[in-house]
């Protein structure tokens, strides 16, 4: 006697599934797409720029928008659009390189402050020495202290943004170093570093991936209000702040100078909360369910 088999279901078809997922992050999706454009803006800058972004021209001082100049000229005659394109490269980087430098420090010294209990009063003492200070302020304070430029700034936005990844990994190796599957590899005799990095490592990943976004989008700003202010990217470097604090003087007469690059950095900071959001809402088993 043969049995009847079921057929099996027909697989979705992959147009279907992305639907399903577009529908259902749809923030993940529109962030994206907006860091993507950004993105490849900053690395076409050399063929979207229609002249040189240094290049001066005292006759085309402040000139409004128009086909010649598309976001007009600023104060010395220096084409507005070109400076902007070329300032996407400086805040996309620097965003990037803080939210991954960040995420690794702060990944290593959590883990360690969670799992070795001699070691968490030390280095949590320091975090919240470091978290007592102002990120702006401690910024500034290491701008002052070291010589100007991107590497700098890079190292004076990290250096506030740490304390926050610790606080956090730590919190979570906590309760996941009280897991039956954890005490289970202790007694098996496991050795730590393949305890942190085979069974605690891989459940920080959701939460690190959502932290590491607003990371990028807090260090955009960051660099901004420090090239405002001065202390930041070099002047003769194009960056989105630069050309805002070289514009604010002119804010009556020429409120291109300012509104353009304002523009580009507040669409940046929002794409990259868009993915955050979206990262947190297909990450969280919770969420999804309710989905």
Do not use: C
């Not at 991954?100 to 320091?126: E, K, N, P, Q, S």
């Not at 309760?175 to 599957?181: K, W």
């Not at 001065?230 to 804010?251: D, K, Y």
């Amino acid at each position: 006697m043969t049995t009847a088999t079921l057929p099996l279901p027909a697989p979705r078809p992959r147009y279907r599934r992305v639907l399903k997922s577009l529908r259902r992050h749809p923030m993940l999706y529109v962030g994206g797409a907006i860091l993507l454009a950004l993105a490849t803006i900053a690395l076409a800058a050399p063929w979207l720029a229609t002249v040189d972004p240094q290049d001066i021209n005292p006759m085309a001082r402040m000139k409004p928008p128009s086909s010649e100049h598309f976001f007009g000229t600023d104060a010395l005659g220096r084409d507005v659009y070109s400076r902007t394109v070329w300032g996407a490269r400086i805040s996309l980087v620097v965003g990037i390189v803080v939210a991954v430098v960040a995420t690794v420090g702060g990944v290593a010294l959590g883990m360690a402050a969670g799992y070795f209990r001699r070691l968490d009063a030390v280095i949590m003492r320091i975090m919240d020495g470091l978290m007592a200070i102002p990120g702006v302020l401690l910024a500034i304070a290491l701008m002052a202290t070291l010589k100007g430029g991107l590497g700098t700034v890079i190292i004076a936005i990290v250096i506030p943004e740490v304390p926050r990844v610790v606080r956090l990994v730590r919190a979570l190796v906590l309760t996941i170093r009280e897991q039956p599957y954890i005490e289970a590899a202790v007694s098996s005799g496991t050795r730590v570093p393949a305890i942190l990095l085979r069974h605690i490592l891989p459940n920080l990943f959701a939460p690190l991936m959502v932290q590491a976004t607003f990371i990028a989008a807090s260090a955009i700003l960051t660099e901004a209000v420090l090239s405002f202010l001065g202390v930041g990217i070099p002047p003769q470097t194009p960056s989105w702040g630069n050309i805002m604090a070289e514009g604010r003087n002119f804010v009556a007469v020429a409120f291109h100078i300012i509104l353009y690059p304002g523009l580009f950095l507040g669409v940046a900071v929002l794409a990259v909360n868009l993915v955050g959001d979206g990262l947190r809402d297909m990450l969280d088993p919770r969420l999804a369910k309710k989905l």
